[in-house]
């Protein structure tokens, strides 16, 4: 990358300190599952969709448009594996799905909910336990929630620390279908569909179900006085890793994720979707992922170092299931694929009046 265009020795090295040090001092961003996670679920939904013989034509047009290069599709594996890891996007659904991040950064407001965007994104479950001491994460996944903890009811003085994202992925679904019955523009249709798939595949990522999102209760990092920080690890760290084991894992990651999709995609079978529930399962479901997220870092991080070849291997069992870390990152989204896909589906119909 050209930083700087002078030729002046001196003014470079000022410059370089200078970017440096805003690199430093800056807030570290981390969007779920990184910009480009988000943009390779949503393509992968609207791939479903248009390789679907049942879907509308109009429908199609809409996502062909809103793909804005129809080849995304088919180039998915291509692009999954490569190293292109740009936080640039286009418009239209691409921009779309990674949009809610950077309104994160600027802390934008959201009235609807007398809040502000960053809680749009996660719930700390565990401010939803009754007893006050359990209000925190414990190693073995204990302080888990249940679904009856959790009030259907935003206004909730919980929900202004634990966050919205219930509600927000509800919201965005009921935006899509209204904008699908009104379409004063495609554009419209464009961002609550990226605003749908942002915020349900959040509520995949494990680390956005608890307070302990950081992974800090893990035990390699409670003698740490500065501790590592493993979300951006199950996130954007597989895009990043520019070395041959970085693109290993990709390669791996993308037959996990695509045989995942495909399998759901056939045994799931069609049903009337509640956007609020499923987005509840899903963060209840990814708890259960914690306790072994916290194994594979105790395991990876050694020296200050997390060595990502170990941690995304790392073997362990969940619900009696073996997975590795890189497995739970590709059926998680590919969760995610599916219900998105179902749910753009099921707005139309709604929009269109033929759901009940
Ligand atoms: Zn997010
Ligand atoms: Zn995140």
């Not at 190293?83 to 309104?103: A, I, K, Q």
């Not at 740490?224 to 990709?250: M, S």
């Not at 997390?306 to 969760?335: I, P, S």
């Amino acid at each position: 990358m050209k930083i700087v265009s002078t030729n002046y020795k001196g003014k470079i090295v000022v410059n370089f300190i200078i970017l440096l040090s805003l690199i430093v001092s800056s807030p570290l961003i981390v969007p779920a599952w990184s910009g480009k996670g988000h943009v390779i679920i949503t393509r992968m939904a609207v791939k479903l969709l248009l390789d679907d013989s049942s879907i509308p034509t109009e429908l199609k047009n809409i996502l062909k448009e809103g793909l804005n290069g129809e080849n995304k599709v088919n180039e998915l594996k291509t692009y999954v594996i490569s190293d292109n890891n740009e936080r640039v996007f286009d418009h239209g659904l691409d921009s779309f799905s990674v949009r809610p991040d950077d309104l994160t950064a600027t802390k934008s407001p959201v009235p609807a909910f007398n809040s502000t965007e960053p809680l749009m994104h996660y719930l700390d479950s565990e401010f939803f336990q009754t007893d006050v001491t359990r209000q925190k994460f414990a190693l073995d996944g204990s302080n888990k929630i249940k679904p009856s903890d959790l009030p259907r009811d935003p206004k909730d003085k919980r929900y202004q620390e634990a966050g919205f994202i219930t509600f927000r992925t509800e919201q965005s679904y009921k935006s899509l279908v209204s904008s699908f019955k009104e379409n004063y523009s495609n554009d419209q249709v464009f961002l609550w569909i990226g605003y749908l798939s942002h915020y349900l595949s959040d509520a995949y990522q494990p680390y956005h179900s608890t307070v302990d999102y950081q992974g800090y209760e893990c035990l390699c990092n409670q003698a740490l006085e500065k501790k590592h920080n493993f979300h951006p690890a199950l996130e954007g760290l597989l895009f990043r890793d520019k070395n041959i084991v970085g693109q290993k894992n990709r390669a791996k990651y993308w037959e996990y994720f695509s045989n995942e999709v495909s399998k759901l995609n056939t045994s799931e079978k069609a049903q009337l979707l509640d956007p609020y529930l499923v987005t509840q399962d899903a963060l209840l479901s990814g708890y259960d992922y914690l306790p072994m997220l916290c194994r594979a870092a105790d395991k990876a991080f050694k020296e200050q170092k997390l060595d990502a070849n170990v941690w995304f291997n790392y073997q362990d069992k969940v619900n009696n299931q073996e997975t590795t870390v890189l497995q739970l990152k590709a059926e998680r989204m590919a969760q995610a694929t599916i219900k998105l896909k179902f749910l753009i589906l099921q707005a139309w119909q709604e929009a269109n009046k033929k759901v009940p």
